[in-house]
């Protein structure tokens, strides 16, 4: 009788050995899966940041279209507005911190490269703010648009650019 | 007394037989209820994972602006909009000049995507799917490129006929 209660405790014993280890390694695994993707997470939560931040500039009212080109734009950026913030970039001197911003046009390339008010619009590189020249770079796609002449008549222009900020 | 001595041995080996088969029962209630709480914290962990869209804020900017460019399509008020144009194609509509609507949809397009996503050796970017629907069905479609299994896509609707823009870039 003793024996067998013995061989019982011994049974119970394995059996809370095995259930405990079995269960460890099903943790271990879900730790596995659930930490497999953490990388990736950080790396969209990275990207959503750059991309907020990025945005956040290009709807800001010194660059924004705003009513200028018909409502509802979104992430269109006032060319003719950035213009005449270069003009004036003394009085900007330090508002944007040490960022670098600038506003490249993708579509349709002109010939020149820096925008200056002699070669503007037939440029393709509006550079706000060249404070940094190291550290992050982000970009995301904007609207360009500026008003137009043609006969006599103004229109609308709206061109593909990407906004570029370098922050350290 | 040999006869009841049998029946006593055969009475203790039926029930040592019960209660073998009532701890084999019992092990294996414990290793499906084990099994069933692994299930759904799998289930739970991966529909987790589905949920998270693999959508980019890239390109969907990148769709946003490309709607809002201005075409070489001019109606009688104005140079249209890629959107516009969009529009103008899945009716049928001519421009001004009589250029097909859809023609100068094609044209832009294709410079823009070519333009935007450099699709070059070595580069960050392996191909793109730019397709246009109205009511589930492609009216325009620009695929170039290899499409690997790491790609973000977005996708935008026009409102108008159910009209959709999907883009996806692959990486």
Redesign the interface.
């Known amino acids: 009788m003793n024996g067998k209660a013995q061989i019982k405790i011994q ?1 119970m014993a394995f ?1 809370l050995l095995a ?1 405990t280890l ?2 460890a390694l ?1 943790v271990v695994f ?1 730790v596995v ?2 930490f497999s ?1 953490l990388k990736e ?1 950080a790396m ?1 939560l990275e ?2 940041n750059s ?1 907020l931040m990025v ?1 956040k500039i290009a709807n800001s009212p010194e660059f924004a279209c705003e009513d200028s080109f018909g409502k509802n ?4 950026v006032d060319g003719d507005k950035l213009m005449m913030l270069l003009q004036n970039n003394e009085k900007y001197m330090g508002f944007w911190g040490d960022s670098s911003i600038e506003v490249i046009k ?4 002109s010939k020149a490269g820096l925008c200056t008010l002699d070669n503007y619009p037939n440029c393709n590189i509006i550079r706000v703010n060249s404070e940094n020249s190291e550290g992050f770079d982000t970009s ?4 360009l ?1 500026r008003k137009e002449i043609e006969e006599g008549e103004t ?7 990407k906004i570029n900020v370098r922050y350290s | 007394m040999k006869k009841r001595a049998q029946e006593q041995k055969s009475k203790i080996l039926t029930d040592m037989s019960r209660k073998a088969q009532e701890e084999m029962v019992g092990f294996a209630m414990i290793v499906i209820i084990v099994a069933i709480i692994i299930l759904i914290f799998i289930s739970f962990s991966i529909n987790r994972d589905v949920q998270e869209p693999l959508e980019s804020y890239e390109v969907n900017s990148f769709i946003s602006s490309t709607l809002q460019y201005t075409s070489d399509c001019q109606d009688y008020i104005s140079y249209l909009s890629l959107q516009k144009v969009i529009l103008k194609c899945a009716d049928k509509e001519k421009c001004l000049d009589g250029k097909e609507a859809c023609e100068v949809l094609n044209e832009t397009l294709i410079q823009i995507t070519q333009s935007s996503w450099k699709l070059e050796r070595g580069g960050l970017t392996k191909g793109y799917v730019l397709n246009i629907t109205e009511k589930e069905k492609s009216i325009y479609l620009i695929k170039e490129g290899n499409l690997t299994s790491n790609y973000k896509g977005s996708m935008q609707a026009l409102g108008r006929d159910e009209i959709q823009i999907f883009f996806t870039v692959y990486y």
């Open positions: 049974q059996m259930v079995f269960i099903v879900l899966i659930r993707g997470s969209i990207e959503r991309m945005n734009k979104v992430n269109c993708i579509f349709p390339k995301n796609f904007v609207t648009c229109y609308d222009k709206c061109e593909i650019a």
